[in-house]
């Protein structure tokens, strides 16, 4: 009987010392409540520490930053022209004790974000133009074909993306105090035209390059045409050029074999004769081929040559 007395009080013990001890992790924070009461301060430092067993009741929290995203929405600009806004924040519990009074939970403060982060950005879009909403302040365009952008509303820009995602954290900051939270960052992440305003706009865009595109084809056929009228003309020079050189070098070359035709013929008799025999040779060569048969009179001048030969 001592024996299970000393077990039974010795579960008993262990139990009650396991009840009355807690560990907190790097990454947590927790404190203790009594019948639904706050006792003492939120441990925020890792160890162990101890509560009243079986009364007290631990809550522990996240001490790490936590993300909070929404669903994409559709929002009014300035220029009440419909667009889809998606946006992230990132956020920690810095005061459990006040979290866990006015919030409870995370589940809980994801729901209030979703209202103060999200009215924060309604209220800042609606007093924005969309392009101050998409580009951002420190970013510079450089347009290309400048001479056809003149009318780009990308020119006329005025706050900036980061300006604006500042004011909605300052915002959202206000509606988040006494929450026991610190909102660290928002940011845009998604920025769409609402379906019908985006087909709009993509026929405007598709219309404008159109436009552009039409308007570089006609200088490039302008530019064709003058290419090829300088091509042509260049070409009927170099032609005609080349034709008088050409022209030259046979008037020299025909008064060349002239003036030796001519000295051979008056040199003497027998020059004479031998420039006559081979003229002919050479015209009866061109004329006749190995095909062809000659039916030749007795008074003809090849027969004659044929037969002095002979």
């Known amino acids: ?18 009840n009355s001890a807690f560990v907190v992790n790097e990454w947590e924070q927790a404190f203790v409540t009594r019948f639904g009461k706050v006792v003492g301060k939120a441990e925020t430092e890792p160890g162990l520490y101890f509560k009243l067993p079986f009364i007290d009741q631990i809550h522990r929290f996240e001490k790490r930053i936590l993300e909070w995203e929404s669903s994409p929405s559709q929002m009014q600009d300035m220029e009440k022209r419909y667009i889809v806004v998606g946006a992230y924040a990132r956020w920690r519990i810095t005061d459990p004790v006040l979290f866990y009074e006015r919030i409870r939970d995370e589940r809980g403060a994801r729901t209030r974000l979703d209202d103060g982060i999200d009215g924060a950005i309604r209220t ?20 290309e074909n400048s001479d056809y952008d003149t009318e780009s509303k990308l020119l006329d820009f005025r706050l900036g993306r980061e300006m604006i995602t500042q004011n909605v954290l300052a915002r959202a900051k206000e509606r988040t105090a006494g929450w026991g939270i610190e909102l660290i960052d928002v940011q845009i992440k998604l920025i769409n035209l609402e379906p019908e305003t985006e087909a709009k706009t993509m026929l405007r865009m598709s219309s404008e390059r159109q436009r552009i595109a039409e308007k570089l084809r006609s200088e490039g056929q302008g530019e064709l045409q003058r290419i090829t009228g300088e091509k042509e003309r260049d070409l009927k020079a170099i032609i005609s050029e080349a034709y008088r050189e050409k022209q030259k070098i046979e008037g020299d070359a025909d008064a060349i074999a002239a003036q030796i035709y001519n000295e051979a013929y008056n040199a003497d008799e027998q020059s004479r004769e031998l420039y006559e025999l081979t003229r002919k040779l050479e015209s009866y060569q ?3 081929s190995e095909e062809d048969t000659l039916l030749l009179s007795t008074d003809n001048d090849l027969f004659d040559l044929l037969k002095s030969h002979k």
Do not use: G, N, T, Y
């Open 124 to 143: 800042e879009i609606a007093q924005h133009r969309l392009i101050d909403v998409v580009r951002s302040e420190k970013r510079e365009v450089a347009l």
């Open 286 to 288: 061109k004329i006749f």
């Open 1 to 18: 009987m001592k024996i299970r007395l000393i077990a039974i009080l010795a579960v008993v013990c262990a139990l009650i010392l396991v």
